[in-house]
């Protein structure tokens, strides 16, 4: 991506492409190389409308440029995964991914195979199960991994024992999203169209920072700025705009990023850097923005672009090379060197 406004034509070196048999949604990238893998791993989960799905394990080579599946580390999944992760912390002796879908699941990941290690299940009856939105991993305190549900309720399980530490009921709808700030600090979004933070040494009380300027529009995804804990991102359903936060002024977001075309369905904060984020949408565009220190009156206008070729679903910009930004669409998951 050229550092201009321009539409960055990517040069062959810059973009690996791989093509899946079926459509993407979930995708995650390691933060460690893999000696199975023979690089860096990336797992994509298939969006298929049935019970039957899949995850495969990917390995992405930045010095061949390429991506090629490893055959032995794929395997089924119920229902398509609505999230998955790879293990925060590179220092880990196991190689440990996490998926969500009817229940949050851990697997480990082999030389030659993946191993279910265990299904977290909170639900009090075994018939029915409320649907997990999406998850996410505690960098600062890896035990940890807290899920959202259509169920309204937020749940965080210390994996370690395969245990709920607590179950929040977090908002008035739907959560569709949670992000960790600190180790017992997370955020989340729902369909009740509010962005709202809990602190676990505090369970009663959770603060609003953010409201949908249309009553009940509902908020979709949650990315916080890890860089700078002060500054959170979310999107609106059905909204070209990316919407700045600054939790110290709740309320009031400090910018808003409206150059995509279409509805925004993916964000990520640069793993290196406060002031960069990427959004990409149903636009076929994924946009390079750089904050400044102060909005003009024009608004913000990012500072590359990459074109896709359908709607983009899914982006991770991986803090292990940051130099490298995933994204999926359709059948095809590409990797764009910034």
Known sequence: MENSTQESHLRSENCVTYDSPYPIYAMAVS??????????????????????????????????????????????????????????????????????????????????????????????????????????????????????????????????????????????????????????????????????????RDKEHSTIIYESPQPDTPLLKLAWNKQDLRYMATILMDSNKVVILDIRSPTMPVAELDRHQASVNAISWAPQSCRHICSAGDDAQALLWELPTVAGPNGIDPMSMYSAGAEINQLQWSSSQPDWIAIAFSKKLQMLKV
């Open 31 to 200: 933060s460690t190389t893999s000696a199975v893998a023979r690089g860096r791993s990336i797992a994509v989960g298939s969006f298929i409308e049935d019970f039957n799905n899949r995850v495969d394990i990917l390995s992405f080579d930045d010095e061949t440029n390429s991506i090629k599946p490893v055959p032995s580390l794929s395997f089924e999944h119920p229902y398509p995964p609505t999230k998955l992760m790879f293990h925060p912390a590179p220092t880990s002796a196991a190689n440990l991914l996490a998926s969500s879908g009817d229940y949050l699941r851990l697997w480990d990941l082999r030389d030659a195979s993946i191993e279910p290690i265990c299904t977290l299940n909170n639900s009090k009856t075994s018939e029915f199960c409320a649907p997990l939105t999406s998850f996410d991993w505690n960098e600062v305190e890896p035990r940890r991994i807290g899920t959202s549900s259509i169920d309204t309720t937020c749940t965080i399980w210390d994996i370690e024992k395969g245990v709920v530490e607590t179950q929040l009921i977090a908002h008035d709808k739907e959560v569709y999203d949670i992000a960790w700030g600190e180790a017992g600090v997370f955020a989340s979004v729902s369909a009740d169209g509010s962005v709202r933070i809990f602190d676990l």
